[in-house]
């Protein structure tokens, strides 16, 4: 029988997406890509597929995520960013080598230099973390409020005002968490 693995959480974002295959990082933590074939399930599903990933490129894609995790967060509350995340974060950049493709429809393509450059596709992800770190985007990095999450994630509401890394796990579960205490109070305030 094969091995159950736990479901991605797929955001908008690349990058905070990415930081996201590790869950929960400050309750029981969930690891989405255990294996190499997870990591490269997870970049097919962002327009970045490969046809293998050894476990060092697992490794390298593990260390960019921490990285991003690092520098993310540091940003989101205005500290002064990590140095190692930041140097993490430009290697993985400045040794991708993919390629940018306009499809005739108009969209986005990225072409990898080869498909076992699990490289090139850390590059895209490392790049698209500069850009939400250095401000360029449209949108504000903040921390889900959920306690056992603390995710760094980009807000690109007309408000900014959100508050979880995702609506339908962080956000629905201190939902279901403040509906459940406001149910006990009235029981026992009830007569
Ligand atoms: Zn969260």
Redesign the pocket.
């Known amino acids: 029988m094969p091995t159950a693995f736990p479901d991605f959480r797929l955001g908008a974002v690349l990058a905070t997406s990415f930081t996201g295959t590790l869950s929960e990082r400050h309750g029981e933590a969930v690891e989405r890509i255990p294996v190499p074939h997870r990591l490269v399930d997870w970049l097919a599903v962002y327009g970045l597929a490969v046809n293998s990933c050894t476990t060092a490129q697992l490794d390298l894609a593990r260390d960019l995520r921490e990285a991003i995790h690092a520098a993310a967060t540091a940003a989101a509350v205005g500290d002064a960013l990590p140095a190692a995340a930041v140097a993490v974060i430009n290697d993985r950049s400045a040794q991708g080598r993919a390629a940018a493709i306009l499809t005739p429809e108009g969209e986005r393509r990225w072409r990898l230099s080869s498909a076992s450059r699990v490289e090139d596709a850390l590059g895209v992800i490392a790049a698209d973390a500069i850009s939400i770190i250095a401000g360029e985007r449209d949108g504000k990095l903040a921390l889900?409020a959920?306690p056992t999450?603390r995710?760094a994630f980009f807000d690109t509401s007309q408000s900014r005002t959100r508050k979880?890394?995702?609506m339908n796990?962080?956000g629905n579960r201190q939902k279901k968490a403040r509906f459940n205490a406001n149910q006990r109070r009235s029981a026992e305030s009830a007569p």
């Open positions: 889900c959920s999450c995710a979880w890394c995702d796990t962080c």
